[in-house]
């Protein structure tokens, strides 16, 4: 933070992380939220380290949060969906971009993960997402049925000599420029979910979808999978959630076959959404009805 780096940590007051905090909340509520809860560990940390000697912040108040209850329609599936079109080119996304919220409504991944795929995750028939990269610091194996893998190879071409499937526009390795030695890091750049958001928020207008999103995209399909009678439990590991309480204790089942049948009968009912296979049947295969 460059109006906290250069104090020492005794010199911080209580008003001080105020005044912050609440810049930070008059454009973003919830990220003020989150600055507000690193700011008191990092104060209890010192705390207890004897640098002071009680943290300002104690007995500070979050703000409230709202949870988001977005769930994109039928026909706000079929027009984004065709806004994404690699080529409408009246919709000016960033290809990527487009193949990448694609990807986020076909997995329900969050959206940081999609963005940040690489072709060494992909393995087969799976896309393995690392413990590093997941929020749950857990290895989460998302089945490639043949919509994703269709997206997947769309996005090859443009991703030429970057380890990742959705390289970003601002990365030297995509504008062809030599990588700066200085920051090989910065060299090969995946977009970002900040990316992902303003590229909905600058073409809503023209998509005419209310507002929505990447994340809601991921509500959208666990919401589909309930509709589509998928059980709770596989529906929860399809999106990458550990199992809580006793089930996630004993119950130690990948549910490998019961994630890959809930996402091709999503994707089935995806198809039947854009008008391109007939309706599915009202029969619910015995395996995702009872996983």
């Keep these: 933070l460059p109006c906290l780096t250069s104090r020492k940590v005794s010199s911080i007051k209580r008003r001080d992380a105020v005044v912050l905090i609440d810049d930070v909340r008059e454009r973003a509520p919830i990220t003020a939220n989150r600055l507000q809860g690193v700011l008191v560990r990092m104060f209890n940390f010192a705390s207890e380290r004897g640098m002071i000697d009680f943290s300002p912040l104690a007995g500070m108040r979050r703000g409230k949060e709202s949870s988001r209850a977005r769930v994109l329609t039928d026909d706000e599936i079929k027009a984004l969906w065709n806004c994404l079109d690699l080529e409408r080119m009246d919709i000016d996304i960033y290809r990527l971009t487009k193949l990448a919220l694609k990807a986020i409504l076909l997995t329900g991944q969050r959206p940081g993960e999609v963005a940040g795929m690489t072709w060494n995750e992909i393995d087969g028939e799976w896309w393995i997402i690392p413990v590093e ?53 910065e060299s090969d750049i995946p977009i970002s979910v900040g990316a992902l958001a303003n590229a909905i928020r600058r073409h809503r207008a023209e998509m005419k979808i209310d507002h929505f999103t990447p994340h809601d995209l ?74």
């Design 218 to 291: 991921r509500r959208t399909l666990r919401t589909r999978l309930a509709e589509l009678g998928v059980s709770d439990i596989v529906a929860e590991r399809v999106l990458g959630h550990k199992l809580q309480g006793v089930l996630g204790i004993y119950n130690r089942h990948g549910y490998d076959t019961e994630k890959r049948q809930a996402l091709a009968r999503w994707e089935q009912r995806l198809r039947e959404i854009l008008g391109l296979s007939e309706s599915i049947s009202n029969v619910i295969p015995f395996e995702v009805q009872n996983a």
């Design 133 to 185: 990269r997941s929020k749950t610091h857990e290895e989460n194996r998302v089945p490639i049925n043949p919509m994703l893998a269709e997206i997947i190879e769309q996005a090859r071409p443009y991703s030429t000599g970057s380890r990742f499937v959705f390289v970003s526009p601002r990365s030297p390795l995509y504008q062809h420029k030599k990588p700066d030695i200085a920051k090989p890091k």
